[in-house]
């Protein structure tokens, strides 16, 4: 495995073209040699959501009834015409999709019930290196991007067992020239001796319509090996 993902190149999905992500860590996916025996509980699911995952993924997760989740391995095409509102949304989100894929992420889910929008929510997991120092000191000598602005850090008692949240805004351009604000959440424990993050990002703006879900979406995140 590669050493922890650099949180400050890690860059939103909402309107980048793939090929502008650095995700670093996200190459350090973990193989097969890296099943743990060490156990998990798969997360309660609210009324009317669903659960997403399992050993083949290696995370499992607790989906809102409007997202749809996808296996990358298998479900590219299949990611990047649900997440799309048109066919050149499509192509960008089919780039955007392959290079997540080609640093070995898997798992990605979109909210469908807002392909209508060309800018929509976004989720995604990704697995590294557990930081040597443990995950706060190796948080607090991040520094994010520029503008890129790190609004809150805290840890809760989630799923998967003790989690740290970080919520990142930032300012961004669509490819037609329209700048907006985005939020990224990313949910972080360490399990399995690995570093495992999941990543969700939206529109700032549709945040009192999303942020609750968003929350217990997060928090129910579970590495399973």
């Known amino acids: 495995m590669l050493s922890p993902i ?3 190149a890690v860059k939103g999905l909402l309107t ?6 650095v995700l670093v860590l996200a190459a ?4 097969s040699g890296c099943v743990s025996v ?3 509980n798969n997360p309660t699911v609210p009324p009317r959501w669903h659960l997403y995952g399992g050993l083949e993924i290696g995370y499992a997760v607790a989906m809102p009834r409007d997202w749809a989740s996808f296996d990358l391995n298998t479900q590219i095409d299949l990611a990047a015409g649900v997440c799309s509102l048109d066919e050149t949304t499509k192509q960008l989100r089919r780039q955007q999709i392959t290079n997540l894929h080609d640093r ?3 798992l990605f889910a979109c909210d469908q019930s807002r392909d209508a ?3 929509i929510p976004l989720a995604y997991a990704v697995t590294g290196s557990a930081p040597q120092e443990g995950l706060d000191k190796y948080l607090d000598r991040q520094q994010q991007a520029q503008g890129r602005d790190l609004v809150e850090r805290r840890h809760v008692n989630a799923n998967a067992g003790d989690m740290v949240i970080q919520k990142v805004r930032e300012r961004v351009t669509a490819p037609d020239g329209t700048a907006f604000d985005t939020t990224q959440y990313q949910f972080m424990v360490v399990r399995f001796n690995a570093f495992h993050l999941f990543f969700v990002e939206f529109p700032t703006g549709l945040e009192s319509a999303v942020g609750s879900d968003v929350e217990l ?3 129910s995140f579970t590495p399973v090996r």
């Open 6 to 8: 650099g949180l400050v």
């Open 16 to 21: 980048r073209r793939g090929g502008s992500l």
């Open 38 to 40: 060490q156990g998990y």
């Open 104 to 106: 070995g992420v898997r």
């Open 28 to 31: 350090a996916m973990c193989g």
């Open 217 to 219: 979406m997060g928090t």
């Open 117 to 119: 929008d060309r800018q």
